[in-house]
């Protein structure tokens, strides 16, 4: 069984930018495990608990929004523990993403400090 806490779903449409998250969480040593969009993420979330999620806001299928949404209304009818979520976004409009239910936000593309203070800020130190 895996350490949730290490384990990262990265939501995000952009080929390119998904790989770099990979890269960057296997670097500061969590496990990443990808989604192209929200249905896919939603699919995931059913199968497998994650420490906290990156979320792309503008996707194909379903946005990061209205994933986050989803992802808090299933919370509460199943009583899970909120799960971070983190925007991913080059445009952030920090108002909706709020009121969404996400967490905080990074711009991308992120640095490899930017992804680790904002993981250092929601979740347990990797031991």
């Keep these: 069984m895996q ?5 990262i779903l990265v939501v995000e449409d952009n080929d390119v930018c998904r790989r ?3 890269l960057q969480l296997t670097h500061l040593g969590y496990i990443a495990h990808t989604s192209a969009n929200g249905k896919e993420a939603l699919e995931q979330l059913s199968k497998v608990s994650y420490g906290l999620i990156l979320m792309d806001l503008q996707m194909q ?3 990061g929004i209205e994933t986050t949404k989803a ?3 299933l919370e509460q009818i199943a009583h899970r523990p909120r ?7 080059g445009n952030p ?3 909706s993403c709020l009121k969404a239910g996400m967490d905080d936000f990074i711009f991308k593309p992120a640095s ?3 992804l680790r203070n904002v993981l250092t800020r929601w979740l347990s130190p990797i031991g």
């Design 3 to 7: 350490d949730e806490s290490k384990l």
């Design 20 to 22: 770099l998250a990979v």
């Design 61 to 63: 299928v379903i946005g």
């Design 71 to 73: 992802i808090r209304e």
């Design 83 to 89: 799960i971070p979520i983190i925007a991913l976004t």
């Design 93 to 95: 409009d920090r108002d």
């Design 112 to 114: 490899v400090d930017q």
